[in-house]
DNA sequence: CGAGGAGTTGAGCACGGTCAAGGATTGTGG
DNA sequence: CCACAATCCTTGACCGTGCTCAACTCCTCG
C-alpha cells in the first residue's frame, strides 16, 4: 500500500513519504490531511513552540536539526532530544492534549511541515493505522530515552560527547578527503546540557577527545578523520 | 462510560478497573477479554519474562512490585523501571511484535494480569480506543523516562537514592507511631543499577543520608521519620 | 564446617563541579 | 573605522564525589 511517491498527498514528494506516519490514509482523508498541511521554514535559533505552549498539532521535521529542551524552574535547561529530519515532534502534547512540556527551536536553519491539530485529530479518528504509526514512535522515543539512560549509567562522559560528534557527523559532515568536517550545530552549553555536565566539562572533554587524534575542534568547526575502520577506539 | 465495578468484565472487581486500559470496550469485546485474561502469582525473584523472550501479551501489575532490566553485553545491567500496581508492562513488544527488551521480575510476592497477545490484538483491532488509552501509557513512560534523564543530569546521586527510598515507602511503608518502616524491596546492587553508581557507593550514599537523620538503613530494614512538613530538605 | 552472596569500609586516584580570570569573536553605536 | 559590550569559549586551582581494588563481616545454605 506505501506509494513510493504521491503527488495528491501533501507528503507526496518528501523523502521520508514511505515512513510518514499520515501514510496510507483513506482517499478521502487525504484532502483533510492537506487541508491542515502546512510547511515551515525556521532560522538557525527560532522556535517552532514554546514550553506550555498549547498544542497546535503534530510537527514533522522535513530538513534541519531541531531541539527540544525543557527549562527548569532554576533557571537551567536540559536538552532532552535533538530530532533529526522524518522524525515527528509534539505528538505528547497532541496525543495527551495538553501544554508542550519542552520548547523546539532550530539548530540550523530547518524546514517543519505542521498537520493542524483539528484535521489531525479528524485524520487520526478515521484512520486506526495512523494512531498506530503514531504508537510507534512513541516507542521510538522511549527506545532512544532508554539508550539514553543506559549511556549515561554506563559510559564516560568523554565517549558519549563522542558519540554525539560522530551522530552529527553522519548527518551534517561533508567530506574532504579522508575528513569529514562541519560546523557544529550546538553551542558548548548545548552539549552541555545533553550529556548533563558544565560547559567548563566540555571544554576540556574536548581537550582530551582531540588527544585520541580522531577529532580536531576548533569553536564550531569540527573535523574527523574518517578512515573506514571497524576498530572501535577504546576510550574509557 | 466507565464504571466503578463490572463483574462481567474480567478486570471488573480490580482496583484499577476504572483507569484500565481494557475498559470501555464493545461488549462483544469483553467476552474476547475474558477468553484472554489469566492470573497470575509471583514469588519475589520469580521472572514474569526474559530478556529476548517474544511477546505473549500485555501484562498489568495487580499488585506487587516488578522491576524491569536490561542485561548488557559487558554483564552489566540497569534497572529501567519499577512497575507499581495498576501500570502496564511489555507493551513496547506487544505493540511492535518484537522480542521484549527487558527482563521482567517481581521484587516482592506480586500479581500480574495478561491478556494474551492473539486476544489483546483482537480487541485493539475492535476498540481504537484501547489503543489511544495504550498509547496514553507509552507517553506516561515518556514522561518518566525523560522526569530521570532531568533528575539525573540536575540532582545528586543522595538526593535521587532518597527519593527512591520516599517513593517506596510511600507504596510499601507501615506506620509505627511517627515512623514509616518497609523491608526494602531492592538489594544494594538494584540500587545501584537504578540510580548508576557502584555497590559500593550505595553504601556510602546511605550512609550520608542517614546522617541527616530523616532515614534508618540496617540491611534491608528501613525507617524514615515521617512528620507531616513541607519543609524539603536541603540536600545538596 | 566451608562456600558463597550481600553488604561495609578504607586507600588512592580520576573526573567533574565551582569559582575566577582571561581570550576570542561578533555585533552595535559613535 | 574604532571602541565597547556581550557572548562564547578556554584554562587554572581547589576540592568533593565516586570508581577501583582490596579486605573484612555477616548471614544463609549445603
Known amino acids: 500500500m506505501p506509494d513510493q511517491s504521491n503527488s495528491s498527498h501533501p507528503c507526496g514528494n518528501c523523502a521520508f513519504y514511505r515512513d510518514s506516519i499520515w501514510q496510507p ?3 478521502s482523508c487525504v484532502s483533510v490531511l492537506s487541508r491542515g498541511f502546512s510547511r515551515r521554514d525556521l532560522i538557525a535559533g527560532q522556535s517552532l513552540y514554546y514550553q506550555d505552549d498549547d498544542n ?37 502534547s497532541f496525543l495527551e492534549s495538553r501544554p508542550h512540556r519542552t520548547e523546539a527551536r532550530a539548530l540550523v536553519g530547518s524546514r517543519v511541515c505542521t498537520v493542524a491539530q483539528r484535521d489531525a485529530r479528524h485524520v487520526v479518528q478515521g484512520n486506526p493505522s495512523v494512531l498506530t504509526r503514531l504508537a510507534s514512535r512513541c516507542i521510538k522515543e522511549i527506545d532512544r530515552n532508554h539508550e539514553r539512560i543506559i549511556a549515561a549509567a554506563t559510559t564516560s562522559n568523554k565517549q558519549r560527547l563522542s558519540d554525539i560528534l560522530l551522530r552529527l557527523m553522519e548527518t551534517h559532515g561533508e ?3 579522508q575528513f569529514l568536517h562541519m560546523q557544529l550545530p550546538l553551542s558548548r552549553s548545548d552539549l552541555a546540557d545533553l550529556i548533563g555536565v558544565q560547559t567548563e566539562t566540555v571544554s576540556r572533554l574536548f581537550t582530551r577527545i582531540q588527544a585520541d587524534g580522531i577529532f580536531r575542534v576548533s569553536g564550531r568547526e569540527v573535523q574527523m578523520l574518517s578512515v573506514p575502520s571497524n576498530k572501535k577506539s577504546a576510550n574509557m
Open 56 to 92: 497546535r498539532g503534530v510537527f514533522c521535521v522535513s530538513k534541519g536539526l531541531i531541539a527540544l529542551r525543557t527549562q527548569h524552574h532554576d533557571g537551567t535547561s536540559t536538552l532532552m532530544r535533538l530530532a533529526y529530519p522524518g522524525e515527528i515532534i509534539g505528538f505528547r
Open 25 to 27: 490514509v483513506s482517499s
Open 175 to 177: 567530506r574532504t578527503g
